[in-house]
């Protein structure tokens, strides 16, 4: 009897806890689906939150957010203490070294020339480089330039030692100026036209490689945009799926595609999120029109900063220079003229 008593409990008690969790499952589905519906009602809201629409809402996040990053940048300097008080010693030690007249005054100008000529570079460079693909093109317009009217001049003169001052502002052949220090009138010889066949093609990049280099640097700054804005994106705490859609779009749509452009751009990001730091100084050593792709691909995949910047750095600082000037100085060599018909 106790048994048969039991026997009709135990699907009494099972169905109860069957229907416990089925109400649990219930509870959690309608939770999730209220969140999917929360998330998209804040998606939408987001994408109104522009200038044009809102921009009362847009301004005041916008300096909300600006503080919090300002805070966040004095505290990381607060920390850091030590090194932001030697720095900025230097730069006074470095003021007060500009300002005082002395026999080192030579030398300050000449640093200053310096700086300042590496800065001009430096910011063509960055030019050619940022905004996505529209940037200027500084190397057909300045750099390409420079570098041909040196190489003319060195199979010119026969030399690279171009005296400075006038060089780089003016280029004048040694011959000359050596000529009206004896107070004569010596003009650049056959003679010096003649040497010019011993000025290579490495003395000529070497004279060059200041200006080169500093503007590689620079397209290598130039390319930390899209890596910082899609990192950002990354780390903003929303949800993937949402972060990512301009990014899979652009994936998606090189997969389906069967052009050139298509196939380069899916080369490089599966090359870069496969290969790394070599994958990264590959496409960053070749004139690569698509490096942008490169850059959103290694933010979004939280690359380094150090690696990223630094493969790109020594890809376009050093590799690519070398490629990039030998164009402009082997076209107007005299082997390469006398081969023209």
Same mark, same amino acid.
């Given at each position: 009897m ?21 109400g ?19 998606k ?7 200038l ?29 203490? =030590? !090194?932001?008080?030697?720095?900025? #010693? %230097?730069?006074?030690?470095?003021? *007060? +070294?500009?300002?005082?007249?002395? /026999? ?5 100008r ?22 996505? =693909? !529209?940037?200027?093109?500084?190397? #057909? %317009?300045?750099?390409?330039?420079? *570098? +041909?009217?040196?190489?003319?001049a /060195? ?22 100026v ?5 107070? =004569? !009138? ?27 280099c ?28 949402e ?21 380069a ?14 994958g ?9 029109p ?8 290694c933010?979004h ?16 600082a ?14 107007p ?9």
């Open positions: 106790a048994d048969n008593q039991a026997d009709c409990e135990h699907p009494q008690r099972r169905a109860g806890i069957k229907e416990h969790c089925n649990k499952s219930a509870a959690k589905e309608a939770d999730a689906a209220s969140l999917a519906e929360l998330k998209q009602r804040d939408q809201e987001r994408l109104t939150l522009v044009w629409k809102r921009p009362a809402l847009t301004l005041h996040y916008f300096l909300l957010e600006m503080f919090i990053v300002l805070n966040g940048w004095i505290r990381r300097l607060w920390q850091q203490r =030590g !090194t932001v008080f030697a720095f900025l #010693l %230097l730069i006074f030690l470095l003021f *007060i +070294a500009y300002y005082i007249e002395g /026999a080192h005054q030579k030398y300050v000449l640093l200053e020339k310096k700086c300042l000529w590496c800065a001009y570079w430096l910011g063509l460079g960055i030019l050619s480089s940022v905004g996505l =693909g !529209t940037g200027l093109h500084t190397f #057909l %317009l300045y750099l390409g330039p420079h *570098i +041909a009217s040196v190489t003319m /060195a199979y010119e003169c026969g030399s690279v030692d171009f005296p400075e001052p006038p060089y780089p502002d003016q280029i004048i052949c040694p011959q000359l050596m000529g009206k220090s004896s107070g =004569g !009138t010596e003009e650049p010889s056959s003679a010096g036209g003649a040497a010019g066949d011993v000025v290579s093609l490495w003395t000529i990049i070497s004279k060059v490689r200041l200006e080169a500093m503007w590689g640097a620079g397209t290598a700054i130039g390319e930390l945009p899209p890596y910082f804005m899609a990192r950002a994106a990354r780390l903003s705490g929303t949800e993937p799926e972060d990512c859609e301009v990014f899979e779009e652009i994936l998606d749509q090189a997969e389906v595609g069967q052009d050139f452009t298509s196939r751009k899916l080369a490089v990001q599966k090359m870069v999120q496969k290969v790394g730091f070599f990264i100084l590959a496409c960053a050593s070749i004139p690569n698509l490096f942008d792709l490169a850059g959103i691909t933010g995949f939280l690359v380094p900063f150090w690696c990223f910047f630094g493969a790109t750095l020594i890809g376009k050093v590799i690519k220079m070398h490629i990039q000037c030998c164009s402009p100085v082997w076209c060599s005299t082997d390469t003229v006398q081969g023209i018909p």
